[in-house]
């Protein structure tokens, strides 16, 4: 039998932060989950979890989460989750939002830097290692000289929320490649220049 995944979207607990730039992640996780018509469950490890099958060769055991706490403490619960289903940190997942990528824009890498993003700083603390694999979702830079903590803390405007429910799509996808065909065949197909993006 395969080894299972944990894919993990980061965001804030609570109706108040639900449409923010920073809980894409999150909305990441429903998409995946509403594919096969599943709902997440609060588990005792602080978060809401599911387990599921995803789509590949024979399905790809992996358990779908969304942290219960906020975003700068998200690692306990992806420490606690990991050891719960005794997965090892080369198998963890986190979908994020990413400043530093352009609107729209889906990238994947594994390791490296936190980019002062305080969900991934808590989650390699936790982890005790950068070794985990990351979909990147683009939110853009915030406009003028606003505070990059208060952008990521605001709602998709109305004219960018049909393109981010595009991207979303598009980071499901992502993370079902990933998983089935690997890191490299992952980047190559999101990060095409012929992308048209």
Request: no cysteine; glycine share 14%.
């Amino acid at each position: 039998m395969t080894d299972p995944w944990l894919v993990v979207g980061l965001g804030n607990p609570g109706a108040r932060y639900a449409a923010n730039r920073h809980n894409v992640g999150a909305h990441v996780i429903a998409e995946l989950a509403g594919r096969q018509r599943l709902s997440l469950s609060a588990h005792k490890g602080g978060a809401s979890a599911v387990r599921t099958h995803l789509p590949g060769p024979g399905g790809i055991p992996g358990v779908l989460i969304v942290p219960s706490s906020y975003m700068n403490v998200s690692g306990p619960p992806v420490r606690e989750l990991a050891s719960f289903y005794k997965i090892p940190p080369e198998r963890i997942v986190v979908i994020h939002d990413e400043l530093d990528i352009d609107f729209g824009l889906v990238r994947l890498k594994k390791g490296g830097g936190e980019g002062g993003h305080n969900g991934l700083r808590s989650i390699t603390a936790s982890l005790g290692t950068k070794d985990y694999h990351r979909v990147r979702v683009g939110i853009g830079r915030p406009p003028g000289r606003m505070d990059p903590a208060d952008y990521v803390l605001r709602d998709f405007t109305s004219q960018e929320k049909p393109e981010i429910a595009v991207t979303v799509a598009e980071a499901g996808d992502a993370v079902e490649l990933l998983l089935t065909e690997g890191l490299l065949a992952a980047q190559q197909r999101f990060h095409s220049p012929m992308d048209g993006r």
